[in-house]
């Protein structure tokens, strides 16, 4: 059972990563930055696999655990694409050009 979980979990994390990699770059990058966005992500996350897998336990414990999880692909993202907080781009491993942002 808790092998599903851990499953789920991770097919999560790269799904959550894939949907944060489609996102244009300045979109991404401000989203990253702020902290009231990134809950609202983290809530976001938890109810759309909450509805996905009601009514198992399963799935109520695959939700939850995404939900901690998305915290993990937060700060992964943001090491990955780095950030924008208060107007200053924060470079990480991925870098973008001044075009590429506007």
Not at 7 to 23: D, K, Q, T
Not at 68 to 96: P, Q, W
């Amino acid at each position: 059972m808790i092998e599903a979980v851990i499953f789920f979990g991770i097919i999560n994390v790269v799904f959550e990563f894939v949907v944060l990699a489609l996102v244009p770059p300045r979109a991404r990058l401000r989203l990253l930055g702020n902290k009231k966005q990134q809950l609202v992500l983290h809530v976001v996350v938890m109810c759309f696999m909450l509805r996905v897998h009601w009514g198992t336990l399963i799935g109520s414990m695959s939700a939850f655990l995404s939900f901690c999880l998305s915290m993990l692909t937060i700060s992964l993202a943001r090491n990955v694409f780095g950030y924008i907080k208060d107007e200053v781009y924060h470079r990480r491993l991925i870098g973008y050009t001044v075009a590429e942002l506007k």
